[in-house]
């Protein structure tokens, strides 16, 4: 009886402690939880209720009054053929783009898994990604540069090896250019983060697979991407936001000299900041708003229909 009395005893002490426990946690969730909260309504959502708002009015900046004009900032912009240029090219970044970064990440992952030496591999794979964009495209503009008797790296080889050399950076070429270099620069920054999580997959999956004689297409596509699906999902969150940001690498590949690049190269970054700083004349704030507001949906939708593509039960191992 005694021992069933003290047992009594010891459980409502536990659960006296645990309540008090609970409470001192809630009395510190406000102080901890408001800073944070209220830079966030700061800095991310009032900026973006205050562009959706600026999106619907006319406003050419300072000295001027917003001007309510409904939603004629979005019909004249789908309709201008700057606008299609820059979603047409940003879509195909996105999707080209990432198809291309990701297959090359998946077959450098696949390579340096068993390869002496594959971390300092991966260090020089990387250090593309801490370089300053507008760096890397000045250096790109030189390769690519096209000026007879005094060609870029790209052209030189071209005439060496008794090819004609090619205007890599006119209008027409640009954005393959451009994909093709973004495929470059950030592949080193998804294998890196897919080699980080092909670490952590136990060795013996691999060693029962090599007894079994698989494939190193079967071993990867039966450990490795299964393994690794819900990095891979949030890798492709990110190239999407990246991707669909992306303005310093174009500007200056393809505009060298100029204002700003000839519109056929032109993404949603440079459409907006060209009707911020008003490239033809008067800067049209409302019509750079309705543009960022696009972009708003655009990737929200991308990175929605992403996420519910690549949900699947996560794999514990």
Same mark, same amino acid.
């Given at each position: 009886?005694? +021992? ?12 006296a ?13 406000? =102080? ?12 991310? /959502? ?19 009054t =917003?001007?309510?004009?409904? @939603? ?5 912009m &789908?309709?201008s ?5 820059a ?22 992952t ?6 002496? %030496? ?8 990387f ?13 790109? %503009?030189? /390769? ?11 052209? #030189?080889?071209?005439?060496h ?13 640009? +954005?393959?250019?451009?994909?093709a270099?973004?495929? &470059?620069?950030s592949? %080193? ?12 997959? =136990?060795?013996?999956? #691999? ?9 190193? &297409? ?7 991407? =299964?393994? +690794?699906?819900? $990095? @891979?999902? @949030? ?7 990246n ?12 505009g060298?000299? +100029? #204002? ?7 993404t949603?970054? $440079?459409?907006v900041?060209?009707?911020?700083? %008003? ?19 655009? $990737? ?18």
């Amino acid at each position: 009886m005694a +021992t069933v009395t003290t047992t009594a005893a010891r459980d409502r002490g536990a659960r006296a402690a645990g309540a008090a426990h609970l409470r001192r946690k809630r009395r510190l969730f406000w =102080p901890f939880a408001a800073p944070a909260l209220v830079l966030y309504l700061a800095f991310l /959502v009032l900026p973006t209720l205050a562009t959706v708002v600026l999106s619907f009015t006319s406003w050419a900046g300072a000295g001027d009054t =917003p001007k309510p004009n409904g @939603v004629t900032n979005y019909t004249q912009m &789908w309709a201008s053929d700057s606008f299609q240029y820059a979603f047409r090219n940003t879509l195909v970044y996105v999707f080209l783009g990432g198809v291309g970064t990701f297959a090359l990440a998946f077959l450098f992952t696949m390579v340096l898994r068993d390869m002496r %030496g594959g971390k300092v591999v991966r260090a020089i794979l990387f250090f593309p990604n801490i370089v300053a964009p507008v760096a890397l495209g000045m250096f790109l %503009g030189f /390769v690519f540069k096209y000026q007879p008797g005094k060609q870029g790296l790209a052209n #030189y080889v071209l005439e060496h090896v008794g090819a004609d050399a090619a205007k890599f950076l006119a209008p027409a070429n640009v +954005t393959g250019v451009v994909t093709a270099s973004l495929i &470059w620069a950030s592949s %080193g920054f998804y294998i890196t983060i897919l080699m980080a999580a092909v670490d952590r997959i =136990p060795p013996y999956l #691999y060693e029962d697979a090599e007894l079994g004689g698989a494939s190193p &297409w079967q071993k990867f596509r039966n450990i490795t991407l =299964p393994m +690794t699906w819900d $990095v @891979v999902g @949030v890798a492709g969150v990110l190239w999407t936001i990246n991707a669909l940001k992306i303005f310093e690498l174009v500007f200056v590949l393809a505009g060298p000299g +100029t #204002y700003a690049p000839p519109n056929q190269a032109w993404t949603l970054g $440079v459409y907006v900041f060209d009707r911020t700083f %008003g490239s033809n004349g008067t800067p049209d704030f409302g019509a750079a708003c309705a543009c960022a507001v696009a972009m708003i949906a655009l $990737v929200s939708i991308l990175v929605v229909l992403l996420r519910r593509l690549m949900r699947r039960d996560a794999i514990q191992f």
